[in-house]
Structure formats: C-alpha cells, structure tokens
C-alpha cells in the first residue's frame, strides 16, 4: 500500500484531511481531495503533488447524493479504480440536552453519519467490481465515552462505529476492509464549524483543542500505520484507549459513578 495506492479523503482541505493527504502523498499515492470548500482542496491537492503524491480536487458537499457521483464518475475517470475510501469530513456541536433543537441534530445527523453513509454506498459498487477495497470512517473518542453536554455529537459519533462494524460484517466476504478511527482531541480547527445555542461551550471546545496532546500530523501517521493491518477500532490517544478499557471492564454502576464524579460541575 504505497505508491499506487488510490485514495478519496473527505473535507481533506484543512485539519486531519489535510495531514491525511499530506502523509499518504510521502509514500507517492494518488489522492483525490473532496471538500465543499473548493479553494481549499485545490489548495492541498497542489501541496500533495509538491510532496511527492499526485492528486487532484473535487468540490463536494457530503451531504449531496449528486456530488458524491460526480466524485466517482473523477475517481473512475482519472485511475479506473480505488484503493481507500477515507470518510473524514464531520462538524461538531456541543450544548445541554435542552438547548439542542432538532435543526442542529439533523444538520449533524446529515454530515456526520449521512455523509459517511453516502460515501460508502457511492463507492460500494466500484470495490465490489474491483474484489477489493477498504473504507476508513472518521468517528470519535466521543462515540466510546459519553461526556455530557454532546449530546448530538456523541450520539451521531457511536452511530458511525455501530455502522463501521455492521459494514466490516457484512463487506468481509467481499475482500473489502473496515475500519473505524476515535481519536479524542487533537489540535485541528473542527471547533471553527461548531454549532452551539450555548457560546460559553464555544470557547470551552478550543481550550481542549489548544491542549490536545496529540496533533493532527500525529493522528494521520497513528491512522495511516493502522491502515497497513486489519486493525478494526483505532484509537489514536493513549488517554482514549484507556478510557475504553475501563468502560468495558468496570462494572457498569462503578463506571457510570466515576464519570459522575469527572463531569460534576464544580461549585
């Protein structure tokens, strides 16, 4: 998997997409870069063919059926094939259960787990006719464990991991890998798209941002090292992968009491 290799990266024009690209292009892949904002994936696609890969933009919307067409009808045209599927686009919201009206839901719903959705089904046909492929879905620490105030976010995230695992059932017998990446916070400008009835979370967001422990040059290298195994769940930060263990391993009740005791607002 390295210098033929054949990639689609979503919102792939800032943050981890950008590192994504970035560290695929150093082995000389060939990448197309989606994002709805065109100047930006143009802007990367001249960076990754300055690093070594060879790649072009398409101007896409996750959330347009049409759009994902038109990214495949490229793809086909310029390699007759892909490798990697790389669902990375995704925004984020945060705010108490009540200050979240259905309209920030569905916006969510629509990018996050409908845009991965989209993808899958839009490129499905071509690795079924090629005997092979493999499709990374972006979700979060957040689809894992369950902070309070993100509720949305949280939700759509554990969707995309249940969907991840239903597809790496179900695709396995096709020759056709899954994987799915929760990272926790890294420093990347995701708070920049944020949503929020509450602006106090806002600036909240960009201090766990600000004091991430990981950037994202960093998780694309975890990610792309993953990529070379038939690991299923990746979880990038050492802090993720141990927040993980303990909700699987502690009883449920002593679980639920210590995230109790972590979130109590402080007086």
């Not at 100047?39 to 919307?61: I, K």
């Not at 787990?113 to 979060?140: E, T």
């Not at 309070?148 to 017998?173: D, H, Q, R, W």
């Not at 990529?227 to 927040?243: C, I, N, S, W, Y």
């Amino acid at each position: 998997m390295h210098k033929n290799t054949r990639l689609v990266i979503t919102g792939g024009g800032s943050g981890l997409g950008r590192e994504l690209a970035l560290k695929w292009a150093q082995q000389g892949a060939a990448i197309c870069i989606c994002d709805r904002d065109g100047s930006s994936a143009r802007q990367v696609a001249d960076e990754v063919n300055q690093a070594g890969g060879n790649s072009f933009a398409v101007q896409a919307d996750v959330t347009s059926e049409a759009d994902w067409q038109s990214v495949v009808e490229a793809v086909t045209k310029a390699w007759q094939g892909i490798d990697i599927l790389i669902n990375n686009a995704g925004v984020a919201t945060a705010g108490n259960f009540e200050t979240e009206s259905i309209e920030q839901w569905q916006w969510i719903l629509d990018i996050n787990l409908l845009g991965i959705v989209r993808g899958c089904q839009a490129f499905l046909p071509v690795f079924k006719a090629q005997g092979s492929g493999q499709i990374i879905n972006v979700a979060s620490q957040a689809g894992i464990t369950h902070m309070p105030c993100m509720g949305s976010y949280n939700a759509v995230k554990a969707a995309v991991i249940a969907f991840s695992e239903t597809l790496k059932l179900e695709l396995a017998g096709d020759n056709i890998q899954v994987s799915v990446i929760c990272p926790s916070f890294f420093k990347t400008n995701l708070d920049q798209s944020m949503r929020t009835a509450q602006p106090h979370f806002r600036a909240k967001v960009a201090r766990y941002f600000e004091r991430a422990s990981m950037t994202a040059e960093q998780v694309a290298e975890y990610i792309y090292q993953s990529a070379q195994t038939d690991a299923f769940m990746v979880l990038p930060h050492k802090e993720g992968r141990k927040a993980w263990y303990l909700k699987r391993f502690l009883p449920n009740r002593r679980y639920i009491n210590m995230m109790l005791k972590m979130t109590r607002p402080r007086k």
